[in-house]
Each structure stands twice: as structure tokens, then as C-alpha cells.
């Protein structure tokens, strides 16, 4: 969920691009159909409040750059993170005796 604080933008999301200003609040379900960017389309900041779940681990998936990045987070101190396109992966033996 997004709360926009200050100054105006877009959001791109699923495809489309929305409007956002001062004042609004934005909530986008989980999931790899709702890809989404905040985009401050003025020349002014703009300041927006991002609330999350933090579960842990997770995993997004960008998709413009075909990337993921896999987030471990142990007693809210990030612990572990992995980003790596899906061609690039190693066998599960490799380097292993």
C-alpha cells in the first residue's frame, strides 16, 4: 500500500498508468499481475509512504529487466539477498563435494 504525502506522479500498474497526488492512497494485491512503479512525473519531490507485510522470505520479480531478488529478513535485520536473472542460475551440485 502506497500513501502519497507530497507532489504528484504516476502509478504504473498491470498495464495501465494512473494518475497519483497528494492525498491518495493506493493499494495493489500480491502477485506477479500486478507489477507496479511509482513515477514522479513533475518537478517537484514527491514523497510517498510504502506499507508492507515485510513476510519474509520474498521474492519479486522485475519484470522490464527480466531480474529477481529473493529477501530473507531475520528480527527485522535483512539477512540474505540473492538478485539474479532466471538464465543465469547454477546446477543445485555445483561446487558441492
Not at 37 to 66: F, M
Request: glycine fraction near 8%; aromatic fraction near 10%; charge should be negative.
Amino acid at each position: 500500500m502506497f500513501v502519497i504525502i507530497e507532489g504528484q506522479g504516476t502509478l504504473r500498474v498491470a498495464g495501465e498508468m494512473l494518475p497519483l497526488r497528494s492525498g491518495d492512497v493506493v493499494f495493489i494485491p500480491p502477485g506477479p499481475e500486478y507489477p507496479h512503479q511509482i513515477i514522479n512525473t513533475s518537478d517537484a519531490p514527491l514523497k510517498y509512504l510504502s506499507i508492507s507485510t515485510r513476510e519474509t522470505p520474498e521474492v519479486c520479480e522485475y519484470p522490464d529487466s527480466g531480474k529477481y531478488q529473493a529477501m530473507v529478513t531475520i528480527n527485522g535485520a535483512r539477512a540474505f539477498t540473492a538478485v539474479q536473472r532466471p538464465d543465469t542460475t547454477l546446477d543445485y551440485w555445483e561446487g558441492e563435494p
